[in-house]
Protein backbone atom coordinates (compact mmCIF):
# COMPACT_ATOMS: atom_id res chain seq x y z
CA UNK A 1 0.00 0.00 0.00
CA UNK A 2 1.21 3.39 -0.62
CA UNK A 3 1.61 6.56 1.41
CA UNK A 4 0.66 9.75 1.07
CA UNK A 5 3.64 12.22 2.23
CA UNK A 6 3.30 15.72 2.64
CA UNK A 7 6.39 17.52 1.98
CA UNK A 8 6.23 21.04 2.02
CA UNK A 9 8.48 24.34 2.85
CA UNK A 10 6.76 26.54 5.01
CA UNK A 11 6.87 29.72 7.03
CA UNK A 12 7.34 29.57 10.91
CA UNK A 13 3.50 31.14 10.93
CA UNK A 14 2.39 28.51 8.24
CA UNK A 15 2.48 30.42 5.10
CA UNK A 16 3.06 28.57 1.62
CA UNK A 17 1.93 31.20 -0.28
CA UNK A 18 4.09 32.71 -3.38
CA UNK A 19 7.69 31.06 -2.26
CA UNK A 20 9.63 31.67 -5.60
CA UNK A 21 7.95 35.57 -5.28
CA UNK A 22 6.22 35.09 -8.79
CA UNK A 23 2.56 35.12 -7.89
CA UNK A 24 2.76 38.73 -7.03
CA UNK A 25 1.96 38.20 -3.23
CA UNK A 26 3.44 40.94 -1.35
CA UNK A 27 5.31 38.83 0.87
CA UNK A 28 6.29 36.33 -2.33
CA UNK A 29 9.52 35.61 -2.29
CA UNK A 30 10.47 34.48 1.08
CA UNK A 31 11.90 30.83 -0.12
CA UNK A 32 14.97 32.71 -1.46
CA UNK A 33 15.17 35.70 0.76
CA UNK A 34 15.46 33.59 3.81
CA UNK A 35 17.10 30.63 2.62
CA UNK A 36 20.67 32.03 3.96
CA UNK A 37 23.08 30.16 3.19
CA UNK A 38 21.19 26.56 3.96
CA UNK A 39 20.84 25.96 0.16
CA UNK A 40 23.03 22.91 -0.71
CA UNK A 41 21.79 21.53 2.95
CA UNK A 42 17.90 21.69 1.74
CA UNK A 43 18.69 20.92 -1.91
CA UNK A 44 20.47 17.19 -0.16
CA UNK A 45 17.49 17.02 1.60
CA UNK A 46 15.36 17.16 -1.38
CA UNK A 47 17.10 14.81 -2.96
CA UNK A 48 17.01 12.31 -0.47
CA UNK A 49 13.74 12.57 -0.42
CA UNK A 50 13.07 12.02 -4.05
CA UNK A 51 15.17 9.08 -4.25
CA UNK A 52 13.15 7.58 -1.81
CA UNK A 53 9.50 8.16 -3.40
CA UNK A 54 7.78 6.26 -5.94
CA UNK A 55 5.27 8.57 -7.39
CA UNK A 56 4.05 12.54 -7.08
CA UNK A 57 0.76 13.53 -6.31
CA UNK A 58 0.08 16.82 -7.21
CA UNK A 59 -2.48 19.53 -8.28
CA UNK A 60 -3.01 20.76 -12.10
CA UNK A 61 -0.95 24.45 -10.95
CA UNK A 62 1.92 22.58 -9.17
CA UNK A 63 2.00 20.50 -12.46
CA UNK A 64 2.19 23.56 -14.65
CA UNK A 65 4.60 25.41 -12.30
CA UNK A 66 7.11 22.68 -12.06
CA UNK A 67 6.59 21.31 -15.86
CA UNK A 68 7.75 24.74 -16.71
CA UNK A 69 10.82 24.80 -14.53
CA UNK A 70 11.98 20.97 -15.00
CA UNK A 71 12.84 21.82 -18.83
CA UNK A 72 14.94 24.98 -17.68
CA UNK A 73 16.66 23.55 -14.78
CA UNK A 74 19.42 20.43 -14.33
CA UNK A 75 20.76 18.09 -11.93
CA UNK A 76 20.16 14.71 -9.87
CA UNK A 77 16.99 16.08 -8.22
CA UNK A 78 14.99 17.34 -10.89
CA UNK A 79 16.54 14.35 -13.23
CA UNK A 80 15.33 12.00 -10.70
CA UNK A 81 11.21 14.46 -10.24
CA UNK A 82 11.10 13.90 -14.51
CA UNK A 83 11.65 10.52 -14.00
CA UNK A 84 9.46 9.73 -11.51
CA UNK A 85 5.55 8.87 -12.40
CA UNK A 86 3.01 11.47 -11.66
CA UNK A 87 -0.48 11.61 -10.81
CA UNK A 88 -2.23 15.55 -10.83
CA UNK A 89 -5.69 15.34 -9.50
CA UNK A 90 -8.05 17.93 -11.32
CA UNK A 91 -11.79 17.98 -13.26
CA UNK A 92 -10.36 20.53 -15.83
CA UNK A 93 -7.01 19.26 -16.94
CA UNK A 94 -7.15 17.06 -20.51
CA UNK A 95 -3.42 16.52 -20.10
CA UNK A 96 -0.81 17.30 -18.05
CA UNK A 97 2.11 19.60 -18.80
CA UNK A 98 4.90 17.40 -17.05
CA UNK A 99 6.40 14.25 -18.36
CA UNK A 100 5.48 11.01 -17.18
CA UNK A 101 1.99 12.13 -15.63
CA UNK A 102 -2.01 10.62 -15.71
CA UNK A 103 -4.26 12.93 -14.73
CA UNK A 104 -6.91 11.84 -11.91
CA UNK A 105 -10.32 13.35 -13.07
CA UNK A 106 -12.57 11.73 -10.65
CA UNK A 107 -13.83 12.45 -7.76
CA UNK A 108 -10.46 13.33 -5.31
CA UNK A 109 -10.96 10.99 -2.44
CA UNK A 110 -11.63 8.02 -4.11
CA UNK A 111 -9.25 8.57 -6.81
CA UNK A 112 -6.06 8.90 -4.35
CA UNK A 113 -7.71 6.15 -1.95
CA UNK A 114 -7.10 3.68 -5.72
CA UNK A 115 -3.93 5.46 -6.15
CA UNK A 116 -2.51 3.99 -2.35
CA UNK A 117 -4.02 0.96 -3.17
CA UNK A 118 -1.79 0.23 -6.76
CA UNK A 119 1.27 2.28 -5.74
CA UNK A 120 4.32 0.81 -3.46
CA UNK A 121 6.24 3.07 -1.25
CA UNK A 122 5.87 6.86 -1.19
CA UNK A 123 3.49 8.89 -3.17
CA UNK A 124 4.88 12.43 -2.65
CA UNK A 125 2.99 15.28 -3.02
CA UNK A 126 4.68 18.81 -3.12
CA UNK A 127 3.09 22.39 -3.18
CA UNK A 128 -0.17 21.81 -3.87
CA UNK A 129 -2.36 23.48 -0.99
CA UNK A 130 -6.00 23.04 -1.92
CA UNK A 131 -5.45 19.38 -2.15
CA UNK A 132 -3.29 18.49 0.90
CA UNK A 133 -6.12 20.38 2.80
CA UNK A 134 -8.51 17.86 0.98
CA UNK A 135 -6.30 15.05 1.70
CA UNK A 136 -6.05 16.07 5.37
CA UNK A 137 -9.50 16.66 5.79
CA UNK A 138 -10.22 12.85 4.41
CA UNK A 139 -7.44 11.49 6.77
CA UNK A 140 -5.33 10.41 3.69
CA UNK A 141 -2.19 12.11 4.87
CA UNK A 142 0.18 9.57 6.15
CA UNK A 143 3.18 11.82 6.88
CA UNK A 144 3.86 15.28 7.12
CA UNK A 145 7.35 16.55 6.03
CA UNK A 146 7.80 21.00 6.84
CA UNK A 147 10.94 22.40 6.36
CA UNK A 148 10.41 25.61 8.11
CA UNK A 149 11.82 28.59 6.93
CA UNK A 150 12.58 31.44 9.57
CA UNK A 151 10.49 34.05 9.17
CA UNK A 152 6.84 35.38 10.41
CA UNK A 153 5.13 36.93 7.38
CA UNK A 154 1.98 37.68 9.31
CA UNK A 155 -0.27 37.06 5.84
CA UNK A 156 -0.72 34.75 3.27
CA UNK A 157 -2.51 31.59 2.41
CA UNK A 158 -1.39 28.97 4.96
CA UNK A 159 -1.35 25.48 4.36
CA UNK A 160 -3.69 24.32 6.67
CA UNK A 161 -7.80 25.32 6.53
CA UNK A 162 -10.33 24.63 8.80
CA UNK A 163 -11.18 21.59 8.90
CA UNK A 164 -13.91 19.76 10.52
CA UNK A 165 -12.33 17.50 13.10
CA UNK A 166 -9.10 17.64 14.60
CA UNK A 167 -6.00 15.96 13.31
CA UNK A 168 -3.84 14.56 15.61
CA UNK A 169 0.21 13.99 14.57
CA UNK A 170 2.91 12.80 15.98
CA UNK A 171 6.48 14.38 15.90
CA UNK A 172 8.91 11.36 14.77
CA UNK A 173 12.09 13.29 13.41
CA UNK A 174 13.37 16.95 13.73
CA UNK A 175 16.55 18.25 12.54
CA UNK A 176 18.32 21.63 11.42
CA UNK A 177 19.12 21.70 8.03
CA UNK A 178 22.06 24.17 7.20
CA UNK A 179 22.49 26.65 9.77
CA UNK A 180 18.68 28.53 9.70
CA UNK A 181 16.06 26.11 8.33
CA UNK A 182 14.36 23.57 10.62
CA UNK A 183 13.00 20.05 9.33
CA UNK A 184 10.51 18.01 10.96
CA UNK A 185 8.21 15.16 10.54
CA UNK A 186 5.01 13.80 11.69
CA UNK A 187 3.02 10.96 11.18
CA UNK A 188 -0.78 10.64 11.58
CA UNK A 189 -1.30 9.78 15.01
CA UNK A 190 -3.93 6.88 14.87
CA UNK A 191 -6.63 6.33 17.70
CA UNK A 192 -6.85 2.60 19.24
Known amino acids: MGKIVVSQNVTLDGVVEDPSGEGGFRHGGWFHQFM ?3 FQAWAELELAETQGAEALLMGRRSDE ?3 TRSTVLSGEWVD ?3 RLPKYVVSATLQKPKWTNATVLAGEVVGEVSKLKQQVQGEIVVYASR ?3 RTLMEHDLVDELRLTVFPVVLGAGERLF ?3 SDKRPLRLIHTKTVGNGLAHMTYERARTA
Open 161 to 163: GET
Open 36 to 38: GQD
Open 65 to 67: YFA
Open 130 to 132: PLV
Open 80 to 82: RLN
